[in-house]
């Protein structure tokens, strides 16, 4: 299973790697027919150089307050109210927090 798999996984670390002024990304895969697969990645997706769009960033809100235990009420709540200081206006924090 999980055990053997990650008994064949290894990693370099790149020395002339930008990393923190940029995060990238390589994966290389031998398969079992010797070919292999590479994927790079110049820059992370959701950085400065490829920015989410609101609409994802929304999604992605959702997801973690979704996987952290929050109801999609809570979430939601807590996002109108972010909106709504974003744009200016004030909240009532204790009904954005549900209290």
Same mark, same amino acid.
């Given at each position: 299973?999980?055990? $053997?798999?990650?008994?064949?996984? =290894? ?22 027919? +010797? =070919? ?5 990645? =110049?820059?992370?997706? +959701? ?10 960033? &929304?999604? $992605? ?7 952290? +235990?929050?109801?999609?009420?809570? &979430? ?13 206006? =004030? ?7 549900? &209290?």
């Amino acid at each position: 299973g999980l055990r $053997k798999l990650a008994a064949k996984i =290894s990693y370099i670390i790149d020395p002339d790697n930008p990393y923190p002024a940029n995060f990238t990304g390589h994966i290389r895969a031998v398969l079992k027919n +010797g =070919s292999v697969r590479e994927v790079h990645r =110049s820059h992370m997706r +959701g950085g400065a150089h490829e920015p989410l769009t609101a609409a994802e960033i &929304a999604a $992605k809100f959702h997801d973690n307050a979704r996987f952290g +235990g929050w109801s999609e009420q809570r &979430a939601g709540r807590l996002a109108e109210a972010l909106e709504a200081i974003v744009h200016g206006n =004030s909240v009532n924090l204790a009904i954005a927090r549900g &209290a």
